[in-house]
């Protein structure tokens, strides 16, 4: 939980947004402490990336509010934009380039000094060094999104977008990815992420929200969570039930009112 | 603002320069219809005594163009699918930095399959009587005429959603100077026909570089032909920073 004293690094309040008569974001709230590791989780089509493109400013909201470290996305985007970086769902790499020129170009936008010794850096850290001279088109998957992941991280944005960062992945390279954003916590950076894995928010949040038909079903740590179980079910429970366990019953209780 | 984008045509360069067939893969066809014209059909093609190698010069110009910024269009639709329009668009650079560098890209590349077509059209027999400022003057014309087809190839590139999507506007495009007096004169073509050819961009776009080529005067159809390119590129760039500005 974030001081009272300083603004929440990600404050979303009653957010809306329809997409013609189809209507994704019915009140969304949630806000997201400094240094915190949050996931959004929710099933395909639940408006993940929407809330995600109204918090990095690509898309406006119908109604409702959402600040980034304190600058509104709508009044301020060029504060919010100087504030975060977005990995989207797709590898948003450059293949033609190298994965080198790649991080050099984001160091060049950001005006970051020295984008060379920046980029050598990165690409150590994301054990892309021996990959670094060769076109991004010749990469894995995950090393595509490693080196989209490195490409958010130049120039050390305090908040950090991860849509799905492992969709699409093979079990080997999901784990490499989460290696990735577990180092990353320790930097003290802001990540929300979204997913549709409970086990990948279960691995790496230290707080989860629902989105579910429209609106944050639930939102706690895992503990929290786990309390939301309905006693009816515990009788025959005597291991901890499993985040999916807890998912489902909640969206089962939702949908039963 | 310059400096954005100039760091991100650097980019767009890079993967021109990393795979240079595509300039000459779209000076190709363009090519094909010139020698087809000049060597099969030519023959039978009345043009009042001047050198068909030069009437047809213009056209296969302004064909050329129309090609080339399909692939610009590709490049958008590119960015836009690989999330790459995207993410810059969540950076804190210059808006317009993004759509500029494709545009400036888009100039870079018409200029040298341009010197490319030019060449070919030497050994081909085209022979100008140009003087410098109309060399000059033809060069503006072509480099706005490109302008205002490079501004309409963004609004596909940003909104298409396939690859064939993306580059199908230009099929039109290529066609116009079919029906101009690109490579017939006018007055051979049955009435709707030849209405049409006498009204449309492309005709009075050919009559001024083909008389600037000769060294005559261009007379007014220069500022017809200037009048149609400010028209039709400014309508696009304006929407094209609509279209921007609501998928970003
Ligand atoms: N630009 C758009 N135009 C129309 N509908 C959209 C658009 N973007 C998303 N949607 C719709 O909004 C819903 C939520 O989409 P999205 O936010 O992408 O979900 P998620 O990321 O959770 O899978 C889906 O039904 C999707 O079809
Ligand atoms: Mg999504």
Known sequence: ?257 | MLRDTSTLTGRLMKQILRSPDTIITVAITPIAIFLLFRYVFGGAIETGGANYTNYLLPGILLITIASSVAYTALRIFNDTSKGITARLGTMPISRSAVLWSHVLTSLVSNAVTAVLVVGIAFAMGFRPEASVLDWLAALGVLTLFTLALTWMSVIPGLTATTMEGAGAFSYPLIFLPFLSSAFAPTESMPGPVRWFAENQPVTSVVETLRALFEGRPAGDEIWVALAWIAGVGGLCYVLALRTYRRKV
């Open chain 1, 1 to 257: 939980m974030p001081s009272p004293a300083s603004a929440p690094a990600i404050d979303v309040v009653g957010l809306r947004k329809s997409f013609g008569d189809n209507e994704v974001l019915k009140g969304v709230t949630f806000d997201v402490g400094r240094g915190e590791i949050f996931a959004l989780l929710g099933s395909n089509g639940a408006g993940k990336t929407t809330t995600v493109n109204i918090c990095s400013t690509l898309l406006r909201p119908d109604a409702g509010t959402a600040s980034l470290s304190g600058h509104d996305v709508v009044a301020r985007p060029e504060e919010v934009r100087r504030a975060i970086s977005l990995t989207g769902q797709f590898a948003a790499v450059d293949e033609v380039l190298t994965g080198r020129e790649n991080l050099e170009l984001i160091a060049r936008l950001r005006r970051v000094p020295g984008p060379r010794t920046v980029a050598t850096g990165l690409l150590a850290q994301f054990g892309l060094t021996d990959a670094a001279d060769r076109r991004a088109a010749t990469y894995s998957g995950g090393m595509k999104r490693r080196l989209d992941i490195a490409m958010s991280l130049v120039g050390s944005p305090e908040i950090i977008f991860l849509d799905e960062p492992t969709t699409g992945l093979d079990p080997e390279a999901r784990i490499e990815v989460w290696r990735t954003v577990k180092g990353l916590a320790s930097s003290g950076t802001t990540i929300l992420l979204t997913t549709q894995y409970l086990e990948e928010a279960e691995q790496l949040a230290d707080r989860i929200a629902i989105l579910h038909g429209g609106t944050i079903i639930a939102n706690g740590t895992l503990s929290e969570l786990k309390t939301m179980f309905p006693p009816a079910k515990v009788e025959y429970v005597e291991k901890q039930p499993t985040l999916e366990e807890i998912f489902l019953a909640i969206i089962g209780t939702k949908e039963a009112n």
